[in-house]
Every structure is written in C-alpha cells, then in structure tokens.
C-alpha cells in the first residue's frame, strides 16, 4: 500500500480507525522483528546418491546419503511420497486415519540403481540421484519431479525448499485453490497465502482467500492431481510447455513449488477427472451436502437497516412471482458489529422475523466474523478469556494475547487450531439459532487485521497450539479459515442435529468441503469481476469445494442493467446462487434495474427453480462422488486440446452446458462443442460436436444446451418431479441419475438410474431394476 493508498483508506473509514491501522501494522512489525530474527548464513543440501531401500506394504524407503524417501501406494490407489521421513499425519487436509497401504504394491529394484513401485493406477519410479517420475501403467510420463533441495538455517529454524518438475509439452495446469485468472493457469507465479484482496478484485488479482497447493494436470498423456500437503506460506510459479519448439524439440511445462518450512510431502492420484475427484474426496472427505432450499436463490447485502427494509425485500419478491430461499443478514444487524450480538433498535424481534419468514419459505442466514471486540463486559470476549488456563485468543511469541483493528474496532481472534477453543467457540452458534437463523457464512476469516501497509492479518510470530503440536502464524494462518468452518459445522450438527448444517466461508484450505462451500468474497463490480466469477467457481470445483458462487452483481459498485443481468443469468446456473453488495454500492433487487431486467430475471430464477431437483441430483452425486456442479468443458474429454482452452462455458451436471455473456453488448457467442449432439434448450436447433458454433444471446437468455439423451429430474407446473428427456441420436443410448433430496440429516437418497435409446424413430425410456413403468412423468424433447 502506497501513499495515495493510506489516504484512500483513512477516508474510507475514518482517521481515528485510519491511525489505529497503522498502529496495528507497526506493532505487527515490530512483533515479527523480535521473533522472527533474519535466517542467516543457510546450508543447501540435496539428497545425493542412492545408498539402499527398505521395501515394506505398499512401497516403502529408498535412502540416499542425505536424506531419505518414504513411498506408500494406499488401497484407493493415491500415492504418498515424502522426504525427511515426514509421515502423512498431522494434515488438517485428510479426513480420520492415513488410508491403509495396498499390500500388492512394493518397492522394488528398476534400472540404473533406480527405484520403482508399480500400482493399478500410476507407476511410481525413483532416480539414483532423488527424481520422482510418475507414469501411466503403460510407461507414459505425467509428471518428472526433480531432486528437491532445502536450506537450513545454520543457527537453526524451520527449513526451507524448492520442488521443480518437468510435465508434458501439451500440459495444462489448473487448481491452486481460488485463482480469478484461472480456471486454466497460465505462465506466472502464484502464492500460497489466504490473502483478503481488500474490498474488490479483479481477474488481476492474487491471492485471493482460498489458496491450496493443490494441481490439477491435464495432458494427452492423462490427468493427474498432486497435493502438497505443507500449510506453511509459500509460491508456486507455473510455466506451460511448447511442442516443437527450437530444432523441433518439444520445450516442457514446468512447475516450481517454493515452501517458506514445514514438510516435503506428498499425494497423487491419476485418471479420468472423474476419478481422480473421486480419489481425492476418499483422502479428504466427502462435501458437506447443503439444504435443499440452500439451491434456490439467495439474497443478501450490507446495510438492510432493519427489520421494516428485510420485510420490503421480501415482499418485493413475493409480489413480483420471484422466487426466493434465503435472505443473508450482514454486520450491519449487530451491535457495533460484535458477533453474536443483535441490535434491537433495527431488530426488535429478530426471532419473531425469522419464524415469519421462514413460514414464507424464507430462511435467515447470518454472518459470523472470528475477530472478538477486545472489550471487558462483552460476554464473548469474557468468555473466551476464560478458556483454559491462558484464554481463547491468539498470543504473540511474548506470551500477549494479539490485538488488531476490524469492523468492531480493536480485536483479538480465537486460535480454531485449539480445540478447547473449537468447543468454546462452537457453543456460541447456540445464540444464532435461538435468533432464528438456519446457516451461517464466516467472513474475514482469512484472517484479517487492517493495517496500513504489509499483509492485512495477524504477526507471523503470532503463536497457535496446532492441535497440541505448537507453532506460529506462518504454519495456521492458511488453516485459520479452514479450523473456524470445522468448529462452527461441528457445532450446527451438535445443536441442530435434525437438521442438515448450513456454512460458507470466505477463507478455507484443502479439505474444506467436508464443512460447506465457500463464495468469492468481494469480487470487483465490472465485466472482468464476471469472468473472475467463473473462473473461481471452477477452479474450486476442481480442487474438491463443489458448492461455491458469486456476489452476483459485483460487490464494490454500480453494476449497469446489462451487466446486473448477465450476472444474474450466470449466477441462475451456479451452485450457489446468491446477490450480494457493499453497503455504499446500491441495491441488487431486480426490479431496481427496470422492467425490462425484472421480467428476464424473473425468467431465469423460474428456470431455476424449475432445475432444482437437478441441483439436488448434482449435491448428491457431489457428496458421493466429489464431481462439482460446474464442471469445466474437458470434463468428460480430457483429450480433446480445444477443449482444455475454453474458459468461457462450463457443464452443469453431465446433461447441460451453459454458454454465459461475459461480455458488453453480445447478442451471440461463439461455443465450443464437446463430443456428441447437443440441443439448445430454448429453440430446440440441433448441433453436432466436437466443433464450434455461433449461437443467439439475446438480452433475454444465454445459451443452455442439452446432451443428447440426457435425463434430467425437473419440477413440472404441479410441483412433482417429472423427467426431462432429450432425443438420443440414432443409433446411441443415453442415461441419467436422479437423486432427490429425502430430508435425511445424513444425506442419503436413493440414486436413480435410467437408460434411453431410439427405437423406430420413439424414445424408450427404462430405470434400472424396475419392471414396466419407470415411475415418473416423462416429457421427451429434441424428437
């Protein structure tokens, strides 16, 4: 932050919270400077030579002279790998116990004084000189990882260290957590550091609030997804390869990851998308299965004012026909934005709305901040003292508990990796649902501390109990978010335990689907903040965080009509679907952008609602399976190249794919094809795939085109599910799941399967299992 910036900022929020920002980045600074003293004189070291191996279940240790590699193949076919003797736990990624090691995989002698372990899925091959390759069962190389090599402070102190690896020439690299340039990561460096952008964002701008060390490759050779497993700050800089280039060589793609400490370990996992999802939901943790009304429209904004401005919303969407799940109430309802407090002046009767809303079909969600005003009297803040023998919050190396400056004022901010605290402070959503409120979304959780210059979050000196283990901000803060979901889920299904629980959070690292989703924080009001919006959404989806979404709308400005729209009309096809915006950057109702916007929106969320039990579908194959929602093109055809480029479409589900405008003043676009034939829902025109077509995007719609025999569960005009089937092309059979929400706490459904096919020019429709009848309404389109 610059000069012109402070400035900006003091104006902002005022010169008495302007100079206590930069008290606070001072006294940050200084803390860092007395306990983080300069590394000094560093020791490189690589691992050297190999000197033996030790084989043993499913792999076991090669050593070298200066180090040694640990290989262990697991049961659902996911490699693990680490140097120093790093063991695969404590990780706040994976979900319960390391999984077990498949017996039929060992360590055994290759050539050259190498190494290799051959499993179902991937062939694990180590150099004499410390090189990893994995490779296809057929010999295929996905990816070479060079020798890695540390740097050891000589006076002592975590050590640092760099991983390069070498991959196909057709590469391309997707994942590290939330990246608004993605989904597709081109050239450049990416940091590994939960970073609040501020206010906005653009497709600019990095990091943002989720980062994850998690890559997700995909080549010609295959898809493989790689996961180190280090929360410790840290960059990882991305270069993509060339086929041909100089003397007709193929140049290759190149990865480096750079680690600031903490542990050189592991995992991979290969094979279709699909699969490899699935692997990695089985090492993480299945996705928390939201509500079935957290799938319909959801509204929220900074500054309703009161119970009286809640109503009006409300109404306003009840009198025009629109449909409507959730209304979000943001810090504006608490008492000088303490959490877990409410204003009775502007909420009077915050439980009384709440059941008067929720009767209309309504829920409350409520906004829940970690940072706890540091103010004697105020029950949260003398609670949280009270914990243990040295209180909730975080301390500095000194042993003071740390103080900065958020929405309340001065505050101090819970240590989640405690879990004395977890408990404590999971007691406390006792009070939001005793308000009325049916889900929480946990906000400046990354976590944030204004300040006037540096990183806006606590000392990196700053000391956490890591479950018992010790350690400082350096190695929690990019868990910090992560902690707080898990303390605040684990409290909602205590509570609540009828009910399914209902999170989002701002800030997360990997593993965080087990507790909810997440949303994109402040994206920038303009057309680049639109296309960030999607790239965040599948970026996401590909790292395990299925339920994400948008502020449709922009967070920070004044959207125009058009782009109001066109963020409305991609938001309809995103999991989470919700409106959001600053307190100074206007309304997001539809009918605030004229007649004209209200009528196409009113389109739009219709058809929404209509698709729901498709969105149910997808939460529960999401939960089953770890597919997201939005998925990108490539999805299902990893090796068609045109397809790993196209970032401007997406498949929802295996049926559909939406085609938004992300553009000012297009009334069509072009589209990528995958495979097959496809219907455009709207005018039922048919297309064949692979290929590109031009396709119509008026102001009223954008192009949604369905899978030749496809089946898809939507709500007729009675409110019954019925099946939506489209034509299979002669001579092909299509299919579908259905799996509708039951209501039942733990998320099960049946799943459904139905086949099509074409049979003398009629459609055929059968559901696995069932005799006659398939059950349901079926409607045929596309004949």
């Known amino acids: 932050m610059d000069g012109r910036d402070l400035v900006r900022s003091v104006k902002l929020i005022g010169s008495v919270r302007g100079l206590r920002m930069v008290r606070s980045a001072v006294r940050r600074r200084n803390a860092d400077t007395r306990a983080l003293p300069p590394r000094g004189a560093e020791r490189a070291r690589v691992p050297g030579l190999v000197v033996g191996a030790e084989p043993g279940p499913g792999g076991g240790v090669v050593r070298f002279t200066r180090s040694e590699l640990r290989v262990r193949v697991t049961v659902g076919g996911a490699v693990f790998w680490s140097w120093d003797g790093a063991d695969p736990l404590p990780s706040y990624a ?111 701008d990095d990091p943002l609030s989720v980062t994850m060390p998690v890559q997700l490759v995909v080549s010609d050779a295959g898809t493989h997804l790689v996961f180190h497993d280090n929360t410790w700050s840290g960059r990882v800089t991305l270069r993509e390869g060339e086929e041909g280039a100089g003397s007709g060589h193929d140049r290759p793609g190149t990865c480096e990851v750079r680690m600031d400490g903490g542990p050189l370990r592991c995992w991979a996992t290969a094979g279709t998308p699909a699969r490899v999802l699935q692997s990695w939901t089985a090492l993480t943790g299945a996705p928390a299965l939201p509500p079935s009304w957290a799938l319909g429209p959801q ?56 059941k008067e809303l929720r009767e209309e079909g309504v829920r409350l969600v409520s906004i829940v901040d970690p940072a706890v005003k ?66 929480v979304w946990h906000d400046m959780n990354e976590p944030v501390s204004f300040a006037a210059f540096g990183d806006p979050t606590l000392p990196r000196s700053a000391r ?86 948008p502020d449709v709308g922009g967070f920070d400005g004044f959207p125009s009509p058009e782009l109001y729209l066109r963020w409305f009309q991609l938001g309809a ?73 196209c970032e401007d479409a997406f498949l929802l589900g295996d049926a559909l794919l939406v ?7 297009a009334d069509s676009r072009a589209v990528r094809l995958p495979r097959g034939r496809w219907y455009d829902t709207a005018t039922g025109e048919v297309h064949e795939g692979p290929g590109q077509v031009l396709l119509d995007a008026p102001l009223s719609r954008v192009p949604v085109l369905a899978r030749a025999g496809s089946v898809l569960p939507v709500r007729g005009a ?66």
């Open 94 to 204: 994976l979900t319960g116990a390391a999984p077990e090691a498949d017996p039929r995989a060992r360590l055994e002698p290759d050539k050259e004084d190498g190494w290799q372990v051959v499993s179902e899925r991937l062939t694990f091959v180590v150099s004499r000189h410390g090189a990893v390759e994995l490779r296809t069962p057929g010999g295929v190389m996905l990816r070479r990882e060079l020798p890695p090599r540390w740097w050891e402070p000589v006076a002592g102190g975590a050590a640092r260290w760099v991983q390069r690896s070498e991959l196909p020439a057709d590469a391309r690299f997707f994942g590290l957590g939330g990246r608004a340039s993605g989904p597709r990561l081109r050239d450049g460096v990416y940091r590994l550091w939960n970073t609040d952008p501020g206010g906005r964002f653009g497709p600019k």
């Open 299 to 354: 509204h929220a904004r900074w500054g309703f004012g009161g119970e009286r401005e809640v109503r009006r919303v409300v109404a306003g969407y009840r009198e025009r026909g629109l449909p409507l799940s959730a209304l979000h109430l943001d810090i504006d309802h608490l008492v000088g934005h303490r959490v877990f407090t409410v204003d009775r002046d502007r909420f009077p009767d915050l439980p009384g709305l709440a």
């Open 374 to 439: 540091a103010e004697p009297g105020y029950t949260v803040f003398d609670s949280g003292a009270a914990v243990g023998s040295r209180g909730a919050f975080v301390r500095d190396a000194r042993g003071r508990v740390v103080r900065g400056e958020v929405w309340p004022g001065e505050c101090v901010y819970p240590d989640f990796t405690d879990p004395r605290v977890r408990e404590w402070w999971g007691g406390l959503y006792e009070e939001r649902l005793a308000q009325g409120f049916s889900g």
């Open 464 to 549: 956490h109990c890591l479950e018992g283990r010790g350690g400082d901000h350096r190695e929690a803060h990019n868990v910090y978010g992560l902690a707080m979901a898990r303390a605040g889920h684990e409290a909602l299904r205590r509570l609540r335990p009828q009910e399914r629980p209902f999170l989002f959070s701002r800030s997360g690292w990997a593993g965080m689907q087990r507790y909810g989703g997440t949303w994109s924080g402040d994206v920038s009001t303009g057309w680049p903040g639109l296309r960030a919006s999607l790239a965040l959404v599948l970026g996401l989806g590909l790292c395990g965080v299925p339920y994400s979404g």
């Open 573 to 645: 096809y995103l999991p989470l679907f919700r409106t959001h915006a600053a307190i100074d950057a206007g309304r997001r109702e539809p009918w605030e952008f004229g007649p004209r916007v209200l009528e196409y929106a009113r389109a739009v969320l219709v058809e929404r609602e209509r698709l729901r039990p498709y969105f149910e579908t997808l939460a529960g194959l999401a939960a089953l399976t770890g597919a997201p929602y939005a998925r990108p093109l490539w999805w299902g055809a990893p090796g068609e190249r045109a397809l790993r480029d």
């Open 659 to 665: 085609a938004p405008v992300l553009e000012r003043g």
């Open 718 to 783: 009675d409110g019954e599910v019925e099946l939506e089937v489209w034509a299979p092309a002669a001579g092909r059979t299509g299919g579908g799941l259905v799996m509708l929400d039951t209501g039942d706490t733990r998320g099960r459904a049946e799943v459904e399967r139905y086949t099509t096919k074409l049979v003398d020019g009629k459609v055929v429709v059968e559901r696995e299992g069932v005799e006659g009848p398939v059950g349901r309404r079926v409607r045929v389109r596309g004949l």
